[in-house]
């Protein structure tokens, strides 16, 4: 499975916009990037998932550049609720036997 | 019930004696996997279950660990004989694994072996 790198730590403003990006260098044509976010004590919570095309949905933005080789994270509007760690894994779509490994992942804090 | 369910929240034990956690997947999911937490650490893999298959146990830190799931739902993690450095924060995962979803976590159980 492709591994992923992202860097430990950034911060943001509150209210302007977050990007995490992530590395998978090594991804396969047919495994999906999945970003997760942890705050703290509580288990990890799915944010996004895209194979190549862009997506959006309400909590964030996926960009994934055209050779697949690297992703963004983008929080529009980043309010101090947002700030967690954010894992970027990468999986196969279906089938098999799958282990998601999540590393130390990118720790995100938002200041006033 | 709409999320993955874990129990108890907290424990404490003391060193030396077996503690069981619990875990509830959301219905209909057949994947699941157990996950443990240090603190300021990422998530360290412990054991996968899948449908009817013979679950992946390669993360398992020692024999003193073991898991079961049975009825292909309800799930509990046993550690036998704790230890200080099991002191953890033990999360279950579940997921429907034919298709590209994502995991749903539980809040998981903060295990305190004193």
């Known amino acids: 499975d492709a591994k992923t790198t992202q860097p430990p730590s950034m911060d943001c403003a509150e209210g302007r916009a977050a990007n995490l990006p992530c590395n998978h260098s090594?991804?396969?044509?047919?495994?999906?990037v999945y970003w997760y976010r942890q705050i703290h004590s509580q288990g990890p919570q799915y944010i996004i998932h895209?194979?190549?095309n862009n997506e959006t949905n309400e909590m964030a933005s996926l960009i994934i550049t055209e050779d697949r080789k690297s992703s963004t994270l983008i929080l529009p509007h980043a309010t101090l609720r947002d700030t967690a760690v954010y894992y970027c894994?990468?999986?196969?779509?279906?089938?098999?036997?799958?282990?998601?490994?999540f590393g130390r992942g990118t720790s995100l804090i938002v200041h006033p | 019930g709409a999320g993955v369910s874990q129990s108890p929240s907290n424990k404490v034990t003391e060193k030396g004696k077996d503690v069981e956690l619990r875990c509830d997947p959301i219905?209909?999911?057949?994947?699941l996997y157990w996950y443990r937490q240090s603190l300021g650490q990422g998530l360290e893999f412990l054991i996968y279950?899948?449908?009817?298959?013979?679950?992946?146990k390669s993360g398992l830190p020692s024999d003193r660990f073991s898991a079961e799931r049975t009825g292909g739902s309800v799930s509990t993690l046993t550690i036998q004989r704790t230890q200080q450095e099991d002191s953890a924060v033990y999360l279950c995962?579940?997921?429907?694994?034919?298709?590209?979803?994502?995991?749903?976590f539980g809040s998981g159980t903060r295990l305190t072996v004193v």
């Open positions: 995962a579940s997921s429907y694994g034919q298709l590209a979803a994502g995991y749903t």
């Open positions: 090594t991804i396969s044509g047919n495994e999906y």
């Open positions: 895209g194979l190549k």
């Open positions: 894994i990468v999986r196969v779509a279906s089938g098999g036997s799958y282990i998601p490994t």
């Open positions: 219905s209909g999911h057949t994947a």
């Open positions: 279950f899948q449908g009817n298959s013979a679950p992946d």
